[in-house]
């Protein structure tokens, strides 16, 4: 089944704990981003990445890092989160054959709770 | 820049009403493309539409309708004879691939199907 997943899709931590939140796709894309929910905020978006090693800033990218050392993997890392980044992530990936932005398929998101 | 507003935060209307989602966007580009995703209360993001600058032509697909006027950088949704289950986040997307891979989200519509 073609799919993003997540993990966890639950975490509450504390503040400057490191945690990593994985995020992988089994459907060979090449587009992957991270985004956070927040409400009255909608979606914003953390990094993006067209491919392997390659990643970019989106709009909200502080406290935050990423990497893409194979396709089907983007993890989102928080160095030394802050309670300013409980937030609801999604990952999401989509495919950028016949051009760019195609659908985005996105994971069942992970509920961050820094306290 | 990028922007994408939704006006309508939250919407309330009985079954069986149609209803009309407003989305207006900011580009600086002549090549863009333009989505709408369905956030239902189980939070899943569910895509339901992509449309590009150069075609302009209105899509049905079953109930819901979309209306693209670039004359007036808008891209409304309707949904026709609503139904409980169409209650969801609505959100509007736009990308612009000739300027930055960025995806840009607008805050959403939360709409309320009232039996």
């Known amino acids: 089944e073609a799919q993003v997943t997540q993990n966890p899709r639950y975490l509450i931590t504390v503040t400057g704990k490191k945690l990593t939140v994985t995020c992988s796709q089994n459907?060979?894309?090449?587009?992957m981003s991270w985004y956070r929910q927040d409400p009255g905020l909608g979606l914003r978006q953390i990094y993006y990445s067209m491919n392997v090693e390659v990643t970019d800033k989106g709009d909200v990218p502080e406290g935050y890092k990423v990497s893409r050392k194979e396709k089907r993997n983007f993890p989102l890392i928080l160095e030394s989160p802050s309670p300013n980044q409980t937030s609801l992530y999604f990952c999401?990936?989509?495919?950028?054959?016949?051009?760019?932005?195609?659908?985005?398929?996105f994971g069942p998101g992970t509920r961050l709770t820094v306290l | 820049a990028q922007k994408v507003t939704q006006a309508q935060t939250e919407i309330s209307v009985v079954e069986k009403e149609d209803v009309t989602l407003d989305c207006v966007y900011e580009t600086r580009d002549t090549t863009y493309y333009l989505f709408w995703y369905k956030q239902p209360p189980s939070g899943e993001l569910v895509f339901l539409i992509r449309r590009n600058s150069f075609d302009e032509q209105n899509e049905i697909s079953g109930r819901y309708s979309w209306n693209f006027q670039k004359s007036t950088s808008s891209f409304n949704f309707t949904i026709t004879a609503s139904q409980v289950v169409d209650s969801a986040v609505y959100f509007c997307?736009?990308?612009?691939?000739?300027?930055?891979?960025?995806?840009?989200f607008g805050k959403g519509t939360r709409l309320h199907i009232l039996p």
């Open positions: 459907m060979n894309h090449e587009y």
């Open positions: 999401a990936s989509s495919s950028t054959s016949g051009g760019l932005n195609n659908e985005q398929f």
């Open positions: 997307a736009l990308s612009e691939p000739d300027r930055d891979d960025k995806i840009i």
